[in-house]
């Protein structure tokens, strides 16, 4: 999250702001649908939930797509993970080369 706060400030402010919004919407929901008394208010009711849950599920999903660098990030640090994409394994072997032929090595530097 402060990595995507530091180079993509709007999109973490815009996907703060609107989870608060589905989150205190689907609580007033669930309160509608609980007081719901006849049955055209609870049809309603449970229409406009099931109209919530999907917004979030789908701005859940949009979420996870976007915290790619932090998935990227998460691989580099663990070295030793067989999931590690290719690409990842790739980038640490030209770190761990250039640390034979120069003094400076890899595991001294941190990721920011």
Same mark, same amino acid.
Request: charged share 20%.
């Given at each position: 999250?402060? +990595?995507? !706060?530091?180079?993509?400030? *709007? %999109?973490?402010? =815009?996907?703060?702001?609107?989870?608060?919004? %589905?989150?205190?919407?689907?609580? $007033?929901?669930?309160? !509608? +649908?609980?007081?719901?008394?006849? /049955?055209?208010?609870?049809?309603?009711? =449970?229409?406009?939930?099931?109209?919530?849950?999907? %917004?979030?599920?789908?701005? /859940?999903?949009?979420? =996870?797509?976007?915290?790619?660098? %932090?998935?990227?990030?998460?691989?580099?640090?663990?070295?030793? *993970?067989?999931?590690?994409?290719?690409?990842? =394994?790739?980038? $640490?072997?030209?770190? @761990? *080369?250039?640390?034979?032929?120069?003094?400076?090595?890899?595991?001294?530097?941190?990721? @920011?």
């Amino acid at each position: 999250m402060v +990595h995507l !706060g530091t180079y993509q400030r *709007s %999109l973490v402010s =815009k996907y703060s702001r609107l989870s608060c919004i %589905l989150q205190l919407d689907t609580a $007033l929901a669930q309160q !509608g +649908h609980r007081e719901a008394f006849s /049955n055209t208010e609870v049809s309603l009711a =449970k229409e406009r939930l099931s109209r919530l849950e999907t %917004l979030q599920s789908r701005l /859940n999903t949009t979420w =996870k797509q976007t915290r790619w660098l %932090l998935d990227v990030l998460s691989f580099a640090r663990d070295r030793l *993970s067989s999931q590690c994409p290719p690409s990842v =394994k790739y980038l $640490l072997s030209l770190c @761990n *080369s250039s640390t034979e032929t120069s003094s400076s090595s890899c595991d001294q530097t941190p990721i @920011n």
